[in-house]
């Protein structure tokens, strides 16, 4: 069978981890409740409604396509375009093609930054081999304007944050939502990994502040993993009614 990412790739490796990927959805949330467009995801409801939800859904759409065979990863990107072209028709309005872009923009963002936080630093070439595949997945979905390369998107990636984000009544609802269905103590850990994980932009219009323990917390973390203590710690950070979700986003490339 031919992938759609091929079976030694880096993609493969990032979004095989549960750590990993709980990383990425981590900053993700962030910088989508910052989001000029995020009104449309209040559209339906569901975000709010279920945050923790909308996330594994998300993350079953991701894995349907980087390890699934080529035909099956385009059924999968046909059917996230389909499920956005009707929520447009509900709302009588298309979403903004930047929008599309913005979202892809952070994934790539966030898959290279959770893999460095957790586990090492990524080589040039892993990089682009990374936003080469986002790239193919946003042209498939028919997104216009999208760079070419990694260097390409640095700079795009920039520029978007500058010009799509800001902080309003949605971004403040969002964080209500988290903290409601986190709790306070996965809350607190949520907001500080998004501290070590959240560009200087998105930041800045976030009141988020630092702890240094939790340095030392993560550097534990990583330590944990080697001996597989990790799972513990894991199962303590997530809420029971996710924890068999979780266990399946591990998957060996």
């Not at 009104?39 to 699934?68: C, E, H, N």
């Not at 080469?132 to 700079?155: H, N, Q, T």
């Given at each position: 069978?031919?992938?759609?990412?091929?079976?030694?790739?880096?993609?493969?490796?990032?979004?095989?981890?549960?750590?990993?990927?709980?990383?990425?959805?981590?900053?993700?949330?962030?910088?989508?409740?910052?989001?000029?467009?995020?009104?449309?995801?209040?559209?339906?409801?569901?975000?709010?409604?279920?945050?923790?939800?909308?996330?594994?859904?998300?993350?079953?759409?991701?894995?349907?396509?980087?390890?699934?065979?080529?035909?099956?990863?385009?059924?999968?990107?046909?059917?996230?375009?389909?499920?956005?072209?009707?929520?447009?028709?509900?709302?009588?309005?298309?979403?903004?093609?930047?929008?599309?872009?913005?979202?892809?923009?952070?994934?790539?963002?966030?898959?290279?930054?959770?893999?460095?936080?957790?586990?090492r630093p990524m080589t040039l070439a892993e990089r682009e081999e990374l936003t080469a595949v986002f790239l193919?997945?946003?042209?498939?979905?028919?997104?216009?304007?999208?760079?070419?390369?990694?260097?390409?998107?640095?700079?795009?990636?920039?520029?978007?944050?500058?010009?799509?984000?800001?902080?309003?009544?949605?971004?403040?609802?969002?964080?209500?939502?988290?903290?409601?269905?986190?709790?306070?103590?996965?809350?607190?850990?949520?907001?500080?990994?998004?501290?070590?994980?959240?560009?200087?932009?998105?930041?800045?219009?976030?009141?988020?502040?630092?702890?240094?323990?939790?340095?030392?917390?993560?550097?534990?973390?990583?330590?944990?993993?080697?001996?597989?203590?990790?799972?513990?710690?894991?199962?303590?950070?997530?809420?029971?009614?996710?924890?068999?979700?979780?266990?399946?986003?591990?998957?060996?490339?």
């Amino acid at each position: 069978m031919k992938y759609f990412v091929p079976q030694s790739s880096i993609v493969r490796e990032v979004w095989g981890q549960s750590d990993t990927v709980l990383f990425i959805f981590a900053g993700a949330a962030a910088e989508f409740a910052l989001n000029k467009a995020v009104d449309w995801l209040y559209f339906t409801g569901k975000l709010p409604a279920d945050p923790i939800g909308r996330l594994f859904s998300t993350v079953a759409y991701a894995r349907q396509i980087i390890f699934a065979g080529e035909a099956e990863a385009h059924a999968a990107i046909t059917r996230i375009r389909q499920i956005h072209t009707g929520v447009e028709q509900s709302r009588g309005s298309a979403i903004p093609d930047w929008a599309y872009r913005d979202v892809l923009f952070l994934l790539i963002h966030y898959s290279i930054a959770s893999f460095e936080l957790l586990q090492r630093p990524m080589t040039l070439a892993e990089r682009e081999e990374l936003t080469a595949v986002f790239l193919r997945v946003g042209e498939l979905m028919g997104i216009k304007d999208l760079p070419a390369d990694y260097d390409s998107w640095c700079i795009a990636y920039q520029q978007q944050l500058a010009a799509d984000l800001q902080y309003s009544k949605y971004t403040a609802d969002l964080y209500r939502q988290y903290r409601k269905h986190l709790g306070p103590l996965r809350y607190y850990l949520l907001q500080q990994v998004q501290v070590r994980l959240v560009s200087p932009v998105p930041l800045s219009l976030l009141p988020l502040r630092s702890s240094a323990l939790v340095d030392l917390a993560l550097h534990l973390y990583r330590g944990s993993r080697t001996l597989g203590l990790h799972r513990f710690l894991r199962a303590f950070l997530i809420p029971a009614a996710y924890k068999e979700q979780v266990k399946e986003l591990d998957v060996k490339a």
